[in-house]
């Protein structure tokens, strides 16, 4: 495939790589699922006994997993009120 060098707006193209592969949206199960491990692993290091620095990147690490997380159950099309049910225990 040929690049070009000037096209109209709002031209898309096809990406001719075999590497590419087409995006597929996970069920519904999986990203509940997800959601569940990423609150599990915050509300585990309640337990942790590391140094001050330490939990605090894994408490950071946590919370942007929870925020995956969220976005993913959003994507596929959860309400809010059933994804807020599943961060009662954060």
């Known amino acids: 495939m040929k690049a070009l060098t000037t096209a109209p707006i709002d031209t898309h193209y096809i990406i001719d790589d075999p590497l590419v592969r087409p995006l597929r949206l996970p069920t519904s199960l999986e990203v509940t699922r997800d959601?569940?491990?990423?609150?599990?692993?915050?509300?585990?290091?309640e337990r942790v006994t590391c140094n001050y620095r330490l939990l605090y990147h894994n408490v950071e690490l946590a919370i942007f997993q929870i925020m995956d997380a969220i976005r993913t159950c959003e994507?596929?099309?959860m309400e809010?009120?059933?994804i807020k049910s599943y961060l009662l225990p954060v």
């Open 75 to 77: 994507r596929v099309g």
């Open 35 to 45: 959601l569940q491990l990423a609150i599990e692993r915050f509300v585990s290091l």
């Open 80 to 82: 809010p009120s059933e």
